[in-house]
């Protein structure tokens, strides 16, 4: 059995955006479990590397090269890119130089995000209980759990999640994840499952920031007329990242969709949050990763809207042409008032100018004597 060594779990951005990534030192061998339907970078610095798998699961079989599987891409630089990975593609990746030496081999464990178990401990929920495993020994099936991630919000009330992961120890050996353990072995047990925790948190803000992307807006987004529900998927949006939705600027949160309070919305548990269902009306929705504000959703609106508007607009040019009708007239009684009083008094002075004497002409007078 393998020994574990240390994985370095970090942010990368290769040219087609941001994924998040590990890393194994060159020339050795480590042991993750991840979660299915989360894209993951495997990290190889050896350009032009040839990537072989052999996953665990289902028939034997032995390294094949990968150049024919759908999400899975080599990067320029040697990395591998795995988009939604399933847990059916649990098992060994190899990478290999130019030469045809390996650079470093992972043994993933992509567990059933589907079946993930999610509590709440401001709620008194529970994670799951150790059990046993009764293969051929006792075997114990227990969950490993990560560190905290980043609280969601700063300077306000906020949330953190940690992941947990399926593991199987045999007495006196090394524990496994729990599918590179089984392998083709069939086992069911509620047991096996992958887990989310969540609590509250409340720290400061800092401006120390990793992603350091400018938001974008997605407009005129619709309910569906039959499911009266839509998805909202948030990029960069991922279970290894601190993910926080607002509705109309109030926060969403797992504690009120854990308790039962909110049924307007849905956080994904199978994301981590990415996607959001909304049941009624439709809102303006921000999200943020890493307390950084990455995409607005604006919803369209619907004809009713659009016709009320309309009509509100259409009352507003009618009263603003009225308005500017009664001011043209008062402008024109105005003009057609000086006019006359103009026109009074040119004829009140030619009058005058007709029956005053010429300057310079005196009147003949006649005195009538009796």
């Known amino acids: ?86 847990p ?3 098992g060994l990746y190899h990478c290999w130089n130019k030469n045809g030496r390996q650079v470093v081999q992972y043994e993933i464990d ?9 509590t709440h401990k401001d709620l008194g929920q ?23 991630q980043d609280c969601n919000r700063c300077k306000e009330p906020g949330e953190r999640k940690r992941l947990g992961y399926c593991y199987i120890q045999e007495p006196l050996e090394e524990a496994m994840p729990c599918w590179l353990y089984l392998g083709e072995v069939l086992v069911w047990s509620s047991r096996l499952r992958p887990e989310l925790q969540v609590e509250a948190c409340h720290v400061q803000c800092t401006n120390n920031t990793q992603l350091r992307v400018d938001y974008v807006i997605f407009d005129n987004f619709r309910l569906d007329e039959e499911t009266e529900f839509v998805w909202l998927d948030c990029p960069l949006g991922s279970m290894y990242r601190s993910l926080n939705w607002h509705a109309n600027d109030i926060p969403l949160t797992w504690e009120s969709q854990l308790s039962g309070r909110d049924f307007t919305t849905f956080l994904d548990p ?13 809102a303006i929705y921000k999200c943020f990763v890493q307390q950084e504000l990455v995409a607005q959703f604006n919803p369209a609106a619907s004809p009713e809207t659009l016709e ?24 024109l009684k105005g003009l057609k008032l000086v006019l ?10 030619a009058l005058l100018k007709f029956m005053r004497p010429s300057p310079g002409k005196r009147s003949k007078q006649v005195l009538v004597v009796k």
């Not at 529970?126 to 905290?148: A, D, M």
């Not at 199978?270 to 049941?279: E, Y």
């Open 340 to 349: 006359l009083v103009g026109t009074v008094l040119a004829l009140l002075g």
């Open 270 to 282: 199978s994301t981590g949050g990415r996607q959001q269902l909304r049941v009624f009306q439709p």
């Open 126 to 148: 529970r994670p799951l209980q150790n059990e046993t495993l009764h293969l051929g020994s006792k075997e114990l099936i227990f969950t490993r759990w990560e560190p905290w």
């Open 88 to 90: 059916s593609q649990t």
């Open 308 to 331: 009320a508007q309309w009509r509100e607009n259409d009352a507003q040019w009618r009263e603003a042409r009225n308005a500017l009708q009664g001011r043209a007239d008062s402008v």
């Open 1 to 86: 059995m393998p020994p574990m060594l240390w994985l370095l779990l970090n942010f990368a951005a290769p040219a087609l955006g941001f994924y998040f990534s590990i890393s194994c030192p060159s020339g050795k061998q480590c042991q993750q479990a991840l979660l299915s339907g989360n894209d993951i970078l495997l990290y190889c610095n050896s350009s032009g590397a040839h990537w072989y798998y052999l996953f665990t699961q289902g028939k034997k079989g032995r390294l094949a090269s990968l150049t024919n599987i759908s999400n899975m891409e080599i990067m320029p630089e040697g990395s591998l890119l795995i988009k939604d990975p399933s």
């Open 110 to 118: 992509f567990q059933d995000v589907s079946t993930l178990h999610v």
